[in-house]
């Protein structure tokens, strides 16, 4: 949960009623809010992290809105031509190549106003913004830009700027040791040349994600706003700046589009397009236990903040733009139990009962953690996200069959693992400090890719994996810690040669229980302990846990 101030008369003003304490609260319980405190007039509100629209007193306001049926839309023009321009330069697509932008006129900003939009631009910053590192927001007083603007990169030590609270001009690279500025350092942490945004008379507005120029400063009863968010990510980039749109629209004014053109693209921001979904009752049935027609649906959606209608006994749902936690049909279900109200769905008794039991395959696992620690291993637990490069390219085999990630944040996080023993490799290099012997395993899921799953086109598989490194380690080290594993376990086995590409040929043994391969060990080869940076040699292996338990089982 997100803590977020704000002030109840500036809240009323925003609503457009007289409000309480007490009734905040009743209308915060219908969202993913909850109040924290109330001091005078202050209220902390604590805001479910996957609900940034919120982050802020407009968007508490319009969510109140939508629940007490007053809200109105503001009226957008999607089609009118661009106010402003901005070139891409080719300098700046290697270090920050994203860049959207919006111009919100005649809006109505109090010191209060100015406060809440500092607010939201910080909390965003801190959660979906990853800390500025996937995208930075900057809030200009457009009256006093000059445009067209450049969005180009330069070196670090070349730019000059006077930064917001100073007076006097500074080189950025003494803005970066200075506070507030010196805990951003680490944005640039790589890179000779730093993004700007430049006017058309050439003076610097901003150098993202670290500093923006006093020129521009926001200050309040300014009627027009310049929004610009730069980052690494363009889905997130987008995303945050209709975020930013939508909420400051909350105190009136005229949106206004942005012309951005990149050196082979051409972008024209904000889209703040709606995304639609089809719903059927019985959906919401099935998944609340609630039985509700569409007349009463529709209702529920309008207090959600959706628009809706009925399509051929069907609801067609439209979701705003600044709502981005929606991205699937179950977040709207979600968003109309709780305005139903969870307290309101009747209990009942359960149709069928079974008796639980656990699964063979986690039993496995669990004796197999403690025979795993009784033989010295230490368990570490890595992120089921990880990339093509590591899963294959640095372990010598095929690129195929790699489940990977649409849009990632990061490139480190492209794909779903598809097998454990890239991961360990990555520890062990991470921890090349550490004294010797090494010795790690892991008990976690794989994904990869399987036909037959008809809804998902992928396989959820338990594997566990073990390595050891040491000055001196071979087969026959890896060897014995299997042998003592599935003895202990009780499970029959045999070791028979196989050829890896990830393992010394002639030092490799795929393992066989009953008739079903189920896994493979055998000392890493040198190229992928030199791809992970590994100085010392390894033997590990890699069981399918699943399969293991499938097949002894079956016997």
Excluded at 165 to 183: A, D, F, I, N, Y
Aim: proline letters at 5%; hydrophobic letters at 40%.
């Amino acid at each position: 949960m997100i803590p977020i101030k704000v002030n109840l008369m500036d809240l009323q003003t925003l609503v457009g009623a007289k409000l309480s304490a007490e009734d905040v609260s009743k209308f915060l319980t219908l969202t993913k809010c909850e109040i924290k405190f109330v001091r005078g007039e202050l209220i902390e509100l604590l805001v479910s992290l996957d609900r940034p629209d919120l982050f802020s007193a407009e968007g508490i306001s319009r969510a109140i809105k939508h629940i007490m049926g007053i809200y109105e839309e503001p009226a957008i023009d999607v089609k009118a031509e661009p106010v402003c321009q901005v070139r891409v330069d080719d300098e700046v697509l290697d270090v920050r190549p994203y860049i959207a932008c919006a111009v919100v006129e005649n809006v109505n900003l109090s010191h209060e106003a100015l406060m809440q939009m500092r607010q939201l631009q910080r909390k965003l910053h801190e959660t979906y913004c990853g800390r500025k590192l996937l995208a930075s927001i900057e809030i200009h007083d457009y009256s006093l830009v000059e445009g067209p603007l450049t969005y180009t990169a330069r070196k670090i030590e070349e730019i000059t700027l006077s930064p917001r609270g100073r007076k006097e001009k500074l080189k950025l690279t003494e803005v970066m040791m200075r506070e507030p500025w010196r805990r951003e350092r680490y944005l640039l942490h790589g890179y000779e040349k730093c993004p700007v945004i430049v006017d058309s008379a050439g003076e610097v507005l901003s150098a993202p994600p670290i500093v923006e120029s006093a020129k521009t400063k926001i200050t309040p009863h300014m009627s027009d706003v310049l929004l610009i968010v730069t980052g690494t990510n363009d889905r997130i980039v987008k995303e945050v700046l209709e975020i930013f749109v939508a909420n400051t629209l909350e105190r009136g004014g005229t949106p206004k589009r942005v012309k951005i053109q990149y050196p082979d693209d051409l972008w024209v921001t904000p889209l703040m397009e709606s995304s639609e979904f089809l719903i059927e009752p019985h959906q919401v049935e099935e998944a609340l236990g609630i039985k509700i027609d569409s007349t009463e649906l529709i209702a529920l959606l309008l207090k959600s903040g959706f628009k809706a209608k009925i399509e051929d006994g069907r609801v067609r749902v439209i979701v705003p733009p600044y709502r981005i936690d929606v991205i699937h049909e179950i977040d709207i279900i979600e968003d109309i139990g709780i305005i139903y109200g969870f307290e309101n769905v009747r209990e009942g008794a359960v149709s069928v009962l079974n008796t639980g039991k656990e699964l063979i395959v986690n039993k496995l696992a669990r004796k197999a953690r403690k025979i795993m620690a009784f033989m010295g291993f230490q368990e570490v637990i890595t992120h089921i996200l990880s990339n093509r490069e590591a899963l294959s390219k640095r372990m010598r085999l095929e690129t195929d069959g790699i489940i990977e990630i649409v849009n990632p944040i990061l490139r480190k996080y492209s794909a779903l693992r598809s097998w454990l023993l890239p991961k360990l490799l990555e520890f062990l290099s991470n921890n090349k400090h550490a004294a010797y012997p090494q010795k790690i395993f892991e008990i976690g899921k794989v994904v990869t890719i399987c036909k037959e799953n008809e809804e998902t086109k992928t396989k959820c598989t338990l594997k566990l994996a073990a390595a050891m490194t040491d000055y001196k380690v071979g087969f026959e080290d890896i060897q014995a810690s299997l042998f003592s594993l599935l003895e202990n376990l009780q499970i029959p086995f045999k070791l028979e040669p196989a050829y890896h590409p990830s393992f010394i040929r002639g030092r490799t043994a795929q393992i066989r229980v009953y008739n079903d391969v189920v896994g493979i060990l055998g000392e890493i080869y040198p190229e992928v302990l030199e791809n992970f940076k590994l100085e010392n040699p390894v033997a590990a292996f890699e069981i399918d846990l699943e399969r293991v338990s499938g097949v002894h089982a079956e016997s």
